[in-house]
Nanobody, 125 residues
Framework: QVQLVESGGGLVQAGDSLSLTCAASGRPLSNYVMGWFRQAPGKGREFVAA????????VYADSAKGRFTISRDNLKNTVYLQMSSLKPEDTAVYYCAADRGSSRASYNSQAYDYWGQGTQVTVSS
């Protein structure tokens, strides 16, 4: 069992930067893929970025490429999502997720086994 706790959300203006943190506990993450998803009001859960813990391979949604960076800290068992040049359309609840025993990063939320409670990001225009 893995527990995930997100933090770092808030209200920012368009063009600002924000960094989200996902603290994991319960198991080492060496065999996991860690992902960030988001869900805006009235919309489905959308893939943002993922990182393969073992080799730090990263993948991004087109909407995140060039603006967002996912990274991880092995000693802290923590995953980060650094967001820059934020837009109002980035407004959503952001979720951290863990895919157990995977060697490939999935864009599909159903592939992920554990989820955090989410953190709200609001970008004003």
């Amino acid at each position: 069992q893995v527990q995930l706790v997100e933090s770092g959300g808030g209200l920012v203006q368009a063009g600002d930067s924000l960094s989200l943190t996902c603290a994991a506990s319960g198991r080492p993450l060496s065999n996991y893929v860690m992902g960030w998803f988001r869900q805006a009001p009235g919309k489905g859960r959308e893939f943002v970025a993922a990182i393969i813990w073992a080799d730090r391979t990263t993948v991004y949604a087109d909407s995140a490429k060039g603006r967002f960076t996912i990274s991880r800290d092995n000693l802290k068992n923590t995953v980060y999502l650094q967001m820059s040049s934020l837009k109002p359309e980035d407004t959503a609840v952001y979720y951290c997720a863990a895919d157990r025993g995977s060697s490939r990063a999935s864009y599909n939320s159903q592939a992920y086994d554990y989820w955090g409670q989410g953190t709200q990001v609001t970008v004003s225009s």
